[in-house]
């Protein structure tokens, strides 16, 4: 049986005084998971919004594949369905820890 859906990811981007926030909205049809993140600037940098856009947006939508993953997850297995073409950790691995939110290499200012 083929199956096709289309999911779109919404995200918004607030900046402030060298902060920029960011959250990214999906919404299933049947559920709405949402993600948030965040960049600030250095101080001592010259201010590149769209470097702290960049930033916030990755952010949000990687908490964001965060949540999708532990709502599958949460599902469990279903009666007659195999479980095929997962990536990511592998059955029996824990999830490594989340490193915080920090500079990112080559733009160490944000």
């Known amino acids: 049986m083929t199956r096709t859906l289309e999911w779109k990811v919404g995200v918004e981007l607030t900046e402030d005084s060298g902060r920029t926030k960011a959250e990214a909205r999906l919404s ?7 993600g948030h993140g965040s960049a600030r600037c250095n101080p001592a940098d010259v201010d590149v919004p769209a470097i702290g ?13 965060g949540k999708l ?42």
């Open 28 to 34: 299933t049809g049947t559920s709405t998971l949402t």
């Open 69 to 110: 993953t532990g709502t599958a997850a949460r599902s469990g297995p279903r009666p007659g369905r195999a479980r095929s073409g997962t990536s990511g950790s592998s059955p029996g691995r824990a999830h490594p820890a989340r490193a915080p939110s920090g500079p990112s290499p080559g733009h160490p200012s944000r």
């Open 53 to 65: 856009d960049e930033l916030a947006a990755s952010r949000a939508m990687k908490d964001l594949a």
